[in-house]
């Protein structure tokens, strides 16, 4: 994960306010894409992170584009959250931030010998993202 934030490239306008909450923010979204429908509440209960880091994050997706809440129908008070269709403008920044910025956070963990080792890792990562990405429950 660490490698990962590395790689991502700044906000628009820096971290400022966010500083220190890429994590959370990326822990949330994936909650979210695994439960469609969810909750802060239930999202702060799955990953055990605060129920206001939660909120802060949800806050952050929202204003990059990347979730949608709305009331919940049977319960008004609550507001549901889910996945936006299509791709946020900030997961097309980070997709053009392309492979490089990857290859190189990889290269500097693998130290001395990571551009030898480089291409190995990089396919044994390719292979696990195939195998182990992000499911809505069945």
Known sequence: M?????????????????????????????????????????????????????????????????????PDPADRRRTLVRQAPGTSARVAAVRAAGASKVEEALARALGEDGARQLPEVTEALETLARHLSVRAPH
Do not use: C, F, N, W
Not at 20 to 40: E, N, Y
Not at 62 to 70: D, L, M, P
């Open 2 to 70: 660490k490698l990962g934030e590395e790689a991502l490239p700044e906000p628009p306008g820096g971290s400022g306010q966010y500083a220190g909450s890429t994590r959370s923010v990326v822990i949330v979204a994936g909650d979210i894409a695994a439960h469609p429908d969810t909750t802060v509440g239930e999202t702060a209960q799955r990953t055990g992170l605060p129920q206001s880091q939660v909120s802060g994050a949800v806050a952050r997706l929202r204003e990059a584009g990347s979730v949608r809440t709305a």
